[in-house]
């Protein structure tokens, strides 16, 4: 039944654009160009509307507006039309009249269609039941849709076609415009953010010899002429370090990562990450600064450190709860301070569980595996979680209280992580001891284990000042700041799997 349903539509589509073909066909026999260049227009709809939205006698407007936009709808009313036409700025309205323009001037209208683009001259007017227009003078089709636009857009249930045909979705959904529109205000404010606190903003390479900064598969490539193979990077982080290491005290990128893992509501493969550096600073150091650039974030986006996530509230006002990776598993997981002490007992509860654990895995992998499935959906926050376990922060310092853990934060949002941070391990022996680790960890078959990279190690031994670093996930960031429940919706072109009959 549901692949005669879409037969049926396929069929509907290809005969209506048969009709649009044979329109372009008629307005090239009159001489009418379906897609023409050179009208300019000096007027969005926007700007249209705060310039004559108060005005009395706008028929005492001298100048011509031009404007552009692609129909939404038309109504054709013998001698008269309305347009109904969006441009990048939102929707206006148009009138032509036929005594107006022209008997043959109005009979083009017939040739258009909802999608079609038109650029229209004319003057601001109001219609009889106030309504802000242009009065048309004159018009020219820009480019004619020969595909139509899909009815009742928003109540199609089917969201692959939002994400596949993202060009589609931007055209009908003014919330889908929207979010784009905000992301762009939030890359800029994160970025005048930094600019105003003394951060050079850097770029480092996408294609490294040798991927490091973060625990993930990477995707390879091969190079011809250098004869080598390369991979996308999973993070700028070893690089920014070294950038520390030649004197750059406040270093900061707006980078693209790439990590070869599954997809879902909170992973795509590229993505957009925020790093930043900062000596003679500490994790600590960095708390501070994200609950600053959050919370003033929020301020600047929404309105205010309060808003709504899905079905519940968000407050971003400082300070933020901190609580430690073993004070969250006593508290959200279940576990007495005996359990969280005793590896055997963690191992049980994992493999119960029915998580992916090894049987001579450290305790501090346990922690975390445990940590992933129990605890970190109930951190609704935002809350800090520091003192991460060694294993897991190989590029951590170590407490100085407690060696076991690293001076590392995550920041928990909503029930998922949007920030990793830490304190840099700045010693280069202690580096390449945990390098080695992560070294048999890959050759014992842990493929998001850390490579060694004996030129990051060769920076660090020519002194790198103490330090913290912070990354930040730009994606679920807004995310949480557009009330977006999949990270597909903030991402113009996400990954999908190949659509059938196409690539």
């Known amino acids: 039944m549901q692949e005669h349903s ?38 969005n709809s926007s700007v249209f509307k705060s310039n004559f939205a108060h005005v009395e006698e706008l028929e005492e407007s001298a100048d011509p507006v031009k404007m552009v936009g692609r129909i939404m709808a038309i109504r054709l009313l013998g001698k008269a039309a309305f347009l109904r036409l969006r441009d990048a700025a939102g929707d206006f309205q148009a009138y032509a009249s036929r005594d107006h323009v022209g008997t043959d001037k109005y009979k083009m209208l017939k040739k258009l269609d909802v999608g079609d683009i038109i650029g229209t001259v004319g003057r601001p007017f109001r219609t009889r039941t106030g309504e802000l227009s242009i009065f048309t003078d004159d018009f020219a089709i820009l480019s004619k849709s020969l595909r139509p636009l899909p009815e009742k857009w928003h109540g199609l249930s089917d969201v692959e076609i ?30 005048r953010f930094l600019v105003e606190r003394e951060f050079l903003e850097v770029e480092t390479p996408m294609m490294q010899a040798i991927p490091g900064g973060a625990t993930a598969k990477p995707f390879e490539t091969f190079h011809h ?20 290491v030649g004197g750059f005290d406040r270093v900061f990128e707006i980078n693209r990562n790439f990590r070869n893992e599954g997809i879902s509501t909170q992973h795509n ?5 925020l790093e930043f550096y900062q000596a003679y600073a500490t994790y600590e150091d960095l708390m501070a600064l994200t609950e600053e650039l959050l919370s003033s974030l929020a301020r600047e986006i ?22 430690t990776v073993k004070e969250a598993l006593l508290k959200y997981g279940g576990f007495s301070v005996e359990d969280i002490e005793d590896r055997n007992a963690l191992f049980i509860k994992a493999v119960e569980l029915g998580l992916e654990v090894n049987k001579d895995e450290g305790i501090g992998k346990l922690w975390m595996a445990l940590f992933d499935e129990l605890v970190e959906d109930k951190l609704w926050g935002p809350i800090f979680v520091h003192k991460y376990p060694v294993e897991v ?15 590392r934060f995550e920041l928990y949002i909503c029930g998922r992580e949007l920030a990793n941070a830490f304190t840099e391990l700045t010693d280069p022996l202690d580096q390449r001891g945990r390098f080695e680790e992560q070294v048999r960890a890959r050759a014992a078959g842990d493929e998001e284990a850390h490579f060694l990279d004996e030129d990051f190690l060769r920076a660090l031994e020519y002194g790198m ?22 990270i597909r919706d903030v991402i113009l072109f996400p990954h999908m799997r190949p659509e059938k009959g196409i690539g």
């Open 465 to 486: 000042p103490p330090a913290a670093g912070e990354g930040i996930g730009i994606d679920r960031l807004v995310m949480l700041l557009t009330d977006s429940q999949s």
């Open 393 to 407: 922060s190989p590029l951590a310092r170590r407490n100085d209280e407690d060696p076991t853990v690293t001076d």
């Open 269 to 273: 493969p590229e993505f957009t990450m």
């Open 302 to 323: 929404i309105g205010g450190h309060e808003f709504s996530y899905g079905e519940r509230t968000v407050n971003l006002a400082p300070p933020w709860e901190r609580i």
């Open 225 to 244: 002429a250098l004869g080598r193979k390369l991979y996308l990077r999973i993070a700028p982080e070893l690089y920014l370090k070294r950038l520390l």
């Open 162 to 191: 939002r994400y596949r045909q993202r060009y589609l979705d931007l055209i009908v959904n003014t919330a889908a415009r929207d979010v784009v529109r905000t992301r762009s205000r939030i890359i800029s404010y994160i970025r």
């Open 6 to 43: 879409t037969d049926t539509k396929k069929t509907q589509v290809s005969s209506l654009t048969e009709v649009r073909i044979q329109k372009v066909q008629e307005l090239q026999d009159l001489g009418i160009p379906a897609y023409s260049v050179g009208f300019v227009p000096n007027i």
